[in-house]
């Protein structure tokens, strides 16, 4: 099945910088675009407050505020639909 194509304009730095990387991948400008849009995922609608809190708990982590480890949280993660699951701040 082929796609319909469609043409989409940009400046000519901006196709210069796409052309580029795509070529470093060594794939087309399509392909490449495709692929940015698989990451792009949908779009979350946080409020100011949320982004602003995120933002305070990145540089709280950017400061050496301790962390959970990856161990603790997978090993909680597994007990997910079992009976030995418990909230996190139950476990």
Do not use: C, Y
């Not at 043409?7 to 392909?31: C, H, N, P, Q």
């Not at 639909?81 to 996190?88: E, H, N, S, Y």
Request: charge should be negative; aromatic fraction near 6%; hydrophobic fraction near 40%.
């Amino acid at each position: 099945m082929t796609a319909t194509k469609r043409t989409i304009e940009v400046d000519e730095a901006t196709a210069s910088v796409l052309e580029s990387r795509a070529a470093e991948r060594g794939m087309s400008v399509s392909d490449l675009l495709a692929e940015m849009t698989v990451f792009e995922g949908p779009r979350s609608d946080l409020s100011s407050n949320e982004l602003a809190e995120l933002d305070r708990q990145w540089e709280a982590i950017k400061s050496g505020e301790r962390t959970i480890p990856h161990e603790e949280v997978a090993q909680w993660l597994q007990t997910w639909g079992t009976p030995a699951f418990r909230l996190w701040r139950d476990r």
